[in-house]
Nanobody
Framework: HLQLVESGGGLVQPGGSLRLSCAAS????????IGWFRQAPGKGREGVSS????????YYADSVKGRFTISRDNAKNTVDLHMDSLKPEDTAVYYC?????????????????WGQGTQVTVSS
């Protein structure tokens, strides 16, 4: 009943931009902390960005800081990840995840609900 669906992935040139969205059904996303994770070819899953419930604290991996922005759109019940200045190393499947507690960062056990992912490919 509780579902997360990512959208917005695709193929983009290096230096380009994409906006990913994480949409919730069955629960109100504003009540949850949200994390964005990614898994690149041949690598494990890594945290990208998170936004906490409550005070809305945002957190970014060093590799994306200054390029990616996470935000909530409560009217649409989504959390978005705007990605600028994309690099080939950003190529990955991107996942969103939701946790009901106040979460900062990328401890996966704190996120109870996960989407199926959306592919981002940065290539010329």
């Amino acid at each position: 009943h509780l579902q997360l669906v990512e959208s917005g992935g695709g193929l983009v040139q290096p230096g380009g931009s994409l906006r990913l969205s994480c949409a919730a059904s069955g629960f109100t996303l504003d009540y949850y902390s949200i994390g964005w994770f990614r898994q690149a070819p041949g690598k494990g899953r890594e945290g990208v960005s998170s936004i906490s419930n409550g005070n809305g604290y945002t957190y970014y991996a060093d590799s994306v800081k200054g390029r990616f922005t996470i935000s909530r759109d409560n009217a649409k019940n989504t959390v978005d990840l705007h990605m600028d200045s994309l690099k080939p190393e950003d190529t990955a499947v991107y996942y969103c995840a939701a946790g009901r507690d106040y979460v900062v960062g990328f401890r996966e056990f704190e996120y109870e609900h996960w989407g199926q992912g959306t592919q981002v490919t940065v290539s010329s």
